[in-house]
């Protein structure tokens, strides 16, 4: 089964065509990182029209790459939420209109269940049940995945997600936007240990995650350390990003752990953009050996916003019969809880 991928939900306009839910045929980005970076985040309005001069090529390079054409699909997967109200709906009505025009099924899907899902393009992927940390700009979350289409969900952000911390952290910093990268680049020179700042673990028995104390001490820290009242002199602008980013990667492992102890599951897999930190993996691999535990993680193409992890996550929902409506819309906001189910666990 071939299935197109389209997600715009924030500031990719990406297109995939995978094959039978695990092969990846073509996937397309057409990144607005450059455009965004001198406002210091994504602009909606700008990003929705930046989706609509790309869709169309986009779209046409992913087939093109796959030698695939429209013919050949027997399905469509677009991302109707969560995300960017604006940005979502220039995915999903093209989607409709090619669904339309050449008479291919049509699904919707969650980009929570895409991130779930995109371990499942690689060649080695966990058994269920097992536990999947989402961890990205818009969302930090864990879950007991037990099929394809089963989730429950065991904690989430109580305020910013994680990488909305890179992000605010790196404008504190100086270091630019998107904040992952110059964040994680800059504390490679750094004292992890060199600052303590807090770890929001919140009561003992909770999952949630909790990341704007962290933000907010950080602030109060750097404004001490330019006007020269922290009392070590010798501490760096690296000493502090290493800092930072050790306290976000401890609360993270610590998290799904718990959460994996509590399951009783034998594996963890990590996705989302935050995914790719390597002091974020090698904590969390860390942490699994000594349980002897494996963790799985999509490579880092997979980990961004891609529509290869949608056309996955379509391709389980139209197998079983799922197909959504020309009359559906898009959902800003978009818990995983309100997924309808798969009845069936495929092989």
Not at 308 to 327: F, K
Request: contains cysteine; neutral net charge; proline residues 4%.
């Amino acid at each position: 089964m071939i299935i197109l991928g389209i997600d715009t939900s924030c500031d990719d306009t990406s297109a995939a065509v995978v094959l039978d839910g695990r092969r990846m045929l073509s996937n397309v980005i057409h990144s607005q990182v450059k455009l965004h970076h001198a406002y210091g985040g994504v602009v909606p309005e700008l990003a929705s029209r930046e989706h609509v001069r790309n869709i169309m090529p986009v779209v046409g390079e992913s087939l093109l790459r796959a030698n695939v054409r429209m013919r050949d699909l027997e399905g469509i997967a677009v991302t109707v939420g969560p995300g960017l109200v604006g940005a979502l709906l220039v995915g999903l009505y093209y989607a409709k209109c090619l669904a339309y025009v050449h008479q291919i099924p049509l699904v919707a899907i969650n980009h929570l269940e895409g991130h779930i899902l995109s371990i499942f393009l690689e060649k080695e992927v966990p058994l269920f049940p097992f536990i999947a940390l989402t961890v990205s700009g818009g969302h930090t979350s864990v879950y007991t995945v037990e099929g394809y289409g089963r989730y429950t969900q065991m904690g989430q952000t109580l305020d910013d997600a994680a990488g909305e911390a890179f992000d605010k952290v790196a404008k504190i910093l100086g270091l630019g936007y998107p904040g992952g990268v110059p964040i994680e680049k800059t504390a490679r020179d750094g004292r992890k240990d060199r600052i303590h700042f807090p770890r929001a673990y919140l009561s003992n028995d909770s999952l949630n995650f909790s990341f704007s104390g962290l933000k907010t001490a950080v602030a109060l820290y750097v404004k001490k350390w330019c006007n020269g009242e922290i009392e070590n002199s010798d501490v760096t602008l690296a000493d502090i990003a290493s800092s930072f980013q050790e306290s976000v990667v401890d609360v993270l492992v610590n998290k799904v752990m718990r959460a994996r102890k509590k399951e009783s599951v034998s594996a963890v897999m990590v996705a989302g953009g935050v995914a790719c930190n390597n002091r974020l993996r090698t904590k969390m691999l860390e942490a699994a050996s000594a349980e002897a535990v494996p963790v799985y993680f999509p490579r880092p193409e997979y980990c961004t916003d891609n529509a290869a992890m949608i056309a996955v996550a379509g391709y389980h929902r139209i197998m079983y019969g799922e197909r959504a409506d020309l009359s559906m819309d898009v959902r800003s906001k978009y818990p995983i809880q309100d997924l309808s189910p798969i009845k069936k666990t495929a092989t």
